[in-house]
């Protein structure tokens, strides 16, 4: 059962263009939204994340923006860069002291120099 | 990786045989979780504990059991390893006082 659901599966950006990662969810009562970075042979690292108290949330290049009616969230990376060619995905928990994220199938970045 | 080791980093075993996976934190973190990850399906949560000898399952529990006796260590085992347990395993680790949660660099282990 999928409870979050990540489009694109790959994605082509040219060096300074944006890219774009799309995230859908079903349960409402979910309440924190991470978004991961991983590169290849390592671990998940922590990007960035918003509760849905707030519709958009930046830091540096990265944004997420999050829209609780349509249960979408989407992370903008603004003039992307061939560093940022990693595979990443969107994640979803309900708080309960403990986090049980529940992620989406991951998008795979490259950007093109 | 935020403290956080896992051993062994690789390992390729037989159907059949047991398997035991270590998750070492240096944070002092209460919560500690096992992951899988299969292409397609992202990651998915196996046990996760929250606290010592407090745990519970998670998603794709069914063939796993863990156990933590100290803070700092949560053992994954395959009690007998299937050839659909090869995966990617991810250790991950969350305190008490903010949602982040951070991951170990992961074990590829092959059932053959």
């Known amino acids: 059962q999928q409870q979050v659901k990540q489009s694109p599966q790959s994605l082509i950006v040219q060096k300074g263009g944006i890219s774009i990662i799309n995230c859908a969810y079903e349960?409402?009562?979910?309440?924190?939204f991470p978004w991961y970075q991983q590169f290849p042979g390592k671990g998940p690292a922590l990007l960035i994340a918003?509760?849905?108290?707030?519709s958009e949330k930046k830091e540096g290049r990265f944004t997420i923006s999050f829209n609780k009616s349509a249960k979408q969230f989407s992370l903008h990376i603004m003039d992307s860069q061939p560093g940022d060619s990693a595979t990443y995905f969107c994640?979803?928990?309900?708080?309960?002291?403990?986090?049980?994220?529940?992620f989406g199938t991951g998008t795979r970045l490259l950007v093109s120099p | 990786d935020a403290g956080i080791t896992q051993s062994p980093r690789h390992k390729v075993t037989e159907t059949g045989t047991p398997v035991t996976l270590r998750c070492h934190q240096t944070?002092?973190?209460?919560?500690m979780y096992w992951y899988r990850q299969d292409p397609g399906h992202g990651l998915r949560l196996i046990h996760y504990?929250?606290?010592?000898?407090?745990?519970d399952k998670g998603e794709v529990s069914d063939g796993y059991s863990v156990s933590r006796s100290k803070t700092e260590d949560f053992l994954l085992t395959l009690e007998s390893a299937t050839s659909s347990q090869t995966s990617v395993y991810f250790c991950?680790?969350?305190?008490?006082?903010?949602?982040?949660?951070?991951f170990g660099p992961g074990t590829r282990l092959t059932v053959t």
């Open positions: 504990s929250y606290g010592v000898k407090d745990t």
């Open positions: 991950a680790i969350s305190g008490d006082t903010n949602y982040e949660q951070y």
């Open positions: 918003i509760r849905p108290d707030v």
């Open positions: 944070e002092n973190h209460r919560y």
């Open positions: 994640a979803a928990s309900v708080n309960t002291g403990f986090q049980k994220l529940v």
């Open positions: 349960n409402t009562a979910f309440d924190y």
